[in-house]
């Protein structure tokens, strides 16, 4: 899903590639987000055909994310298909490379540990997530219909911009929830 600029070879170069992730970060935190309470977003890094633009996104509950997967199948994201699946991956702190954590790691984007994209300290992610609403009952969320995605669509776009507006330099976020405990 995600398009590396390392990569991107043949397309528009980007001139600022972390403000360019982190735009990416706030439209699929957006988009995600209309399906269930969002839990962490992990984007890698890795250059290897069988992880690169690979998003890793944890809910709340199960459910939520078997909607997602159910809503994004067959969707398009920059011209090419999504291909949403369950991911076998249970605790992402150990699914991380800690060399590259620590930019040590030799094997650079062909490593087989997730490479995650860090967030500047400018962007604020523990807002992003504090400013979710809880998800609706699942008794009123099975009866919508598509006016009611309509207003779902208006509400994600007013949730961002106040989002955008509360973001400043001074604000820190978190790398990972998971390294809460390492500060």
Known sequence: ??????????????????????????????????????????????????????????????????????????????????????????????????QFDENTCNRKGLCNFMHIIRLSRAFNKRQLFEDQSEPESEDSSSDSSSSSDDDDDEGSRSKKKKRSGSRSNEKRSDDDDDDDDDE
């Open 1 to 98: 899903m995600y398009s590396n600029p390392k990569i991107a070879l043949g397309t528009q170069q980007c001139t600022d590639p972390q403000k360019d992730f982190e735009e990416f970060y706030d439209e699929i935190f957006d988009e995600f987000s209309k399906y269930g309470y969002l839990e962490d977003i992990h984007v890698c890094d890795n250059l290897g055909e069988h992880m690169v633009g690979n998003v890793y996104v944890k809910y709340r509950n199960e459910e939520d994310a078997d909607n997602c997967v159910k809503a994004m199948t067959g969707k398009y994201y920059a011209g090419r298909p999504l291909l949403p699946e369950f991911s076998p991956v249970t605790d992402f702190h150990e699914a991380r490379c800690r």
